[in-house]
């Protein structure tokens, strides 16, 4: 009964910013793995961005496909069972449905949507030029 819930996207001119927001609830995942994905009309899910823990637990590892390094950023508040997604400098060509995914810990990737376990619905994200 894992839920996530994203929000946050909407219409934005090209340069602009948004703060997607992924609300999980059904668990605790303060240890798991989270990451965004993107599904443009007619194209394949694709990898944008993740957090990882570390095996000791100590830290958390963070990931962006090449496509979005230097303009987005992942983050999370544990407290609040949200992960975050800060998209700067936005392009016409982020535009897409952007969906939150997260994995129990494991020893499983973080850059393919196979490797995760649950979904959220997803939330449009519109760049016009």
């Known amino acids: 009964q894992v839920h996530l819930v994203e929000s946050g996207g909407g219409l934005v001119q090209a340069g602009g910013s948004l703060r997607l927001s992924c609300a999980a609830s059904?668990?605790?995942?303060?240890?798991?793995?989270m990451g965004w994905f993107r599904q443009a009309p007619g194209k394949e899910r694709e990898f944008v961005s993740a957090?990882?823990?570390?095996?000791?637990?100590?830290?958390?590892?963070?990931d962006y496909a090449d496509s979005v390094k230097g303009r987005f950023t992942v983050s999370r508040d544990n407290a609040k069972n949200t992960v975050y997604l800060q998209i700067n400098s936005l392009k016409p060509e982020d535009t897409a449905v952007y969906y939150c995914a997260a994995n129990p810990p494991s020893f499983a990737g973080l850059r393919v949507p196979s490797d995760y376990t649950y979904w959220g619905q997803g939330t449009q994200v519109t760049v016009s030029s």
């Open positions: 059904g668990g605790t995942f303060s240890r798991y793995t």
């Open positions: 957090l990882k823990w570390s095996g000791g637990g100590a830290v958390y590892y963070t």
